[in-house]
């Protein structure tokens, strides 16, 4: 079964911390791979996505990394804000049944 | 703007009484997908479309019904709702299957009484 994990469910840290937000899927035949973020009762906001092919894409102070031979995607984001609060979710197109695969997210609480 | 719209943002409706959620994008995508978020089963896709009059289903379809007449429009069809599916539902699009950047609507939040 296809899927994908993200770890951990949940994060407190001070204001201005750097941090590591992780995603793990099981099958390394991906299209790409799209970090979201989602605040309370809204909907999704992409935030980057990594083609299949790239190593890592960046947009101010966030930077995600793609390792498809180990399964795994990390979202980093540099000097933490108390607006960075919010659940962060990746997703992967998977090649094998052209299915976008959902992590259950991880929920951010950026303390000022 | 890029946007994908839908309507209505909410919705209390009672258990039988047939309702339409209608999404609109105005990115010219062939990409057009439904899904449905609940507490602790995180993002689930209930159909999708890979183009003009060609559907699919994801893995929650039971009780719903889709048509993709327009490229811009994905109507979300409850033909005799429940309350199980009560629920906060999300249009979303893309250039294509697997390519690009998924955009996501507002949601729309639905309660069946």
């Known amino acids: 079964k296809q899927e994908v994990t993200q770890i951990p469910a949940a994060l407190s840290v001070p204001e201005g911390e750097n941090l590591v937000l992780n995603c793990s899927f099981t099958d390394s035949a991906i299209y790409n791979l799209q970090w979201f973020r989602q605040d309370p009762g809204k909907g999704l906001t992409s935030l980057l996505l990594i083609q299949s092919s790239q190593r890592e894409q960046t947009s101010g102070r966030l930077n995600a990394s793609l390792d498809k031979s180990s399964g795994r995607s990390t979202l980093y984001i540099a000097a933490s804000q108390p607006g960075d609060s919010a659940t962060y979710l990746c997703a992967a197109w998977m090649d094998s049944s052209y299915k976008l695969i959902f992590g259950s997210g991880t929920r951010l609480l950026v303390r000022p | 703007e890029a946007q994908v719209t839908q309507n209505p943002r909410y919705l209390i409706t009672v258990t039988g009484k047939k309702l339409t959620v209608t999404c609109s994008q105005n990115?010219?995508?062939?990409?057009m997908s439904w899904y449905r978020q609940d507490p602790g089963l995180g993002l689930r896709q209930i159909y999708y479309s890979m183009n003009v009059e060609v559907t699919d289903k994801g893995d929650v379809p039971e009780g719903y019904k889709v048509s993709r007449k327009e490229k811009r429009n994905f109507p979300l069809i409850l033909e005799s709702p429940s309350p199980n599916q009560t629920s906060l539902y999300f249009c979303a699009s893309s250039p294509g299957l697997g390519t690009g950047e998924l955009f996501f609507g507002e949601g729309s939040r639905l309660t069946v009484l």
């Open positions: 990115m010219n995508h062939e990409y």
